[in-house]
Each structure stands twice: as C-alpha cells, then as structure tokens.
C-alpha cells in the first residue's frame, strides 16, 4: 500500500498573547525511516481512533480480540536498495484499537515499511509478525493469500479493473477469497450507500469521478 505524503499537521492556533511554537526542524530526503523500539520516529498512535475489527454493513470480526493487544509487530527491519537505506532497524507495534499513521517526507522509506509490513516486500534484515506468525518470509501463495484475507489496501492509483463494474471491483476479493458471486456481491453492496455511491453499482472505474474511484477503492479495502 503506497501512502499519499500529507503536508504536516500545524496543530491547534495559538491563543491570543501566546508565544508561537517554533516549527520542527525540516527532515532531509535522504534520511532512511529509522525509529527506536519505544517510540517510533514520524510514526504517531491514537489507541481510540479505531477498531481492530472491521466494522460497518456486512462487517466479521477478524480475529477479534481486546482492544490494546498486539497484532502486527516489526522488529529490526531494514532494507538497502543498492547504496541507498530505505529502512535501518525500524520496529514497530501495532495494537488492537489503534489507528497508526506513518508520516515523512518523499523518499524516507514509508512506502517500504507498509510494503514490509504486509509481506509485499522481504527485508533484508528483521522480521514481521502478524498475530506471532511470522510473516516476512512466507511464501509467495501463502503471503498472498494472507493479504487477500487479512490486509485491505488502497492505493494512491486507485488499482481498479477498468473492464468490471464498480461493485465487481469492490467483490473481487470476497470471490477470489471463494466466496460465491452472488454473495460477494450482495455484501460489496451493502457499502455503496455509506461511502455515498448510491446508485454507481453498475459504473466502470472510467465512468466515476476521482473521488468516486476511491471510494470504490476504499470499499474493497473494507468488504
């Protein structure tokens, strides 16, 4: 899953008479995403921003356990392409409950840490562990599978197939998954209305507006 860089929070205006806070210092591109074990750097927790379970219409629990308890570990990773470092011993907790953004700028390494993290990538050092499995040096069928079963992603170019309609993009996983088509689409279309794409079940990808596309995106990262 590739992240959209965001510019950086400002944070809360100042009150009136309030010195302003100075601005952090700026992080230079080449900086490798390194973090120490307690607290990662560019990497920031909110335990009450979410839930470990997918919710919404035709929502199952995944794997469910107590909010707070740990999912996805990262321990050491690092990952050299060439001469340059994009990762150098990163670790990282995810918990239960928890919503995690990684922020920083191009060229720091995101990319390759969401990508280690969810098997797409080996790194060269370090490993992954999903629910204590490690997962960094499955398989190629068997990572795939864990990532059709227990990631949802969605990309900063949307992924979509152009040839099948909105709510086929949206199914796609549950059918790959085995799911018979009829009730992957049935559930595929109970998340239309809450994404307000009421009515677009039946439009190709090149038939929807940018903000639709990834909305639809956002659904099959949900169903």
Not at 127 to 135: E, F, N, R, W
């Amino acid at each position: 899953m590739t992240p959209t860089p965001n510019p950086p929070f400002a944070g809360p205006a100042a009150e009136p008479g309030a010195e302003p806070r100075p601005a952090p210092p700026a992080v230079p591109l080449t900086t490798p995403a390194t973090a120490p074990r307690t607290a990662p750097a560019g990497i920031s927790t909110d335990a009450s921003a979410a839930s470990a379970m997918r919710s919404g219409p035709g929502a199952r629990p995944v794997n469910a356990r107590p909010a707070g308890e740990p999912i996805l570990v990262a321990s050491g990773l690092t990952k050299r392409y060439r001469q340059v470092v994009a990762l150098a011993d990163v670790a990282i907790t995810l918990h239960g409950g928890s919503s995690t953004a990684v922020v920083g700028p191009s060229g720091s390494g995101k990319s390759t840490l969401l990508h280690c993290l969810a098997g797409f990538t080996r790194p060269d050092a370090g490993q992954v562990t999903l629910d204590g499995m490690a997962i960094s040096q499955l398989g190629q069928r068997t990572a795939t599978r864990l990532r059709r079963e227990r990631f949802g992603f969605v990309f900063q170019s949307d992924q979509l197939l152009g040839e099948l309609p909105a709510v086929e993009n949206v199914a796609l996983p549950l059918m790959l998954g085995g799911m018979s088509r009829r009730a992957a689409i049935a559930r595929a279309s109970e998340w239309f209305a809450p994404l307000e794409l009421n009515g677009l079940e039946s439009r190709r990808p090149g038939q929807l507006s940018g903000g639709q596309v990834q909305r639809v995106s956002i659904a099959r990262a949900l169903v």
